[in-house]
């Protein structure tokens, strides 16, 4: 612990190192948040499978800090989407997510997840979750390894790392707005997305009235 949050650049006289650390805020408080990251449970598909196995025993990720998952999203730090994401379930990954508190994080597990993987084609699945909310890491594979999800994991705690007190979001004296809930209908449509159809329907319909009025 003393080695990660000592400042090198301040000297600490010989007789004092034992006893004494100088550090800076942003260490202090990232070094907090990335060894206490408390992943949500919940799982989509074949993936959730090797993320409770990263949990287990034999990999056991609660090396990392990472040992306590919440079955609350308003107890949880990071998102881990792992399997296949269908529309029908984007709805409730939105609401998810915009019940967890910030500082908050999406780690895509696998191939589903980062980009729609062997079912991207489908009718019903959504190519990656990332078409609707922000994701901090990508964990390639199909499924990926115990290995692989660590591997994101520790990515996950050195972008922490990085992160200062001054510039994160969460501190900003502007409101983070919630992400709109997608609209299940015939299809998936993201609200965000109306005022485009809205315009496009516009443009269609003045075409149509054009052609008509010609003939």
């Not at 004494?20 to 206490?36: E, P």
């Not at 967890?100 to 895509?108: I, R």
């Not at 009718?123 to 999800?149: E, H, M, N, R, W």
Request: proline share 9%; net charge neutral; aromatic share 8%.
């Amino acid at each position: 612990m003393t080695d990660e949050l000592n400042n090198p650049d301040i000297p600490i006289p010989d007789e004092l190192k034992g006893q004494v650390t100088v550090t800076t805020l942003d260490k202090i408080y990232n070094w907090g948040r990335r060894s206490s990251i408390w992943p949500m449970m919940f799982g989509l598909a074949c993936c959730a499978i090797e993320m409770i196995a990263t949990a287990a025993s034999r990999y056991d990720f609660s090396r990392f800090g990472m040992e306590i998952m919440r079955p609350s999203p308003r107890q949880s730090d990071v998102m881990i989407v792992s399997g296949t994401v269908t529309k029908k379930m984007v709805p409730q990954i939105v609401r998810l997510y915009n019940q967890m508190p910030e500082p908050k994080y999406v780690l895509a597990m696998g191939a589903c997840a980062s980009g729609g993987g062997p079912f991207k084609e489908g009718y019903s699945v959504v190519s990656g979750i990332d078409k609707f909310l922000p994701v901090d890491v990508y964990v390639p594979g199909c499924p990926p390894t115990p290995q692989a999800l660590l591997h994101g994991l520790i990515k996950l705690q050195e972008k922490i790392d990085q992160q200062s007190i001054k510039s994160v979001d969460w501190y900003d004296k502007k409101a983070i707005e919630e992400i709109p809930i997608p609209v299940l209908g015939p299809d998936l449509i993201d609200p965000r997305d109306f005022m485009r159809i809205k315009g496009s329907s516009k443009a269609t319909l003045k075409t149509d009235n054009e052609k008509s009025s010609e003939n």
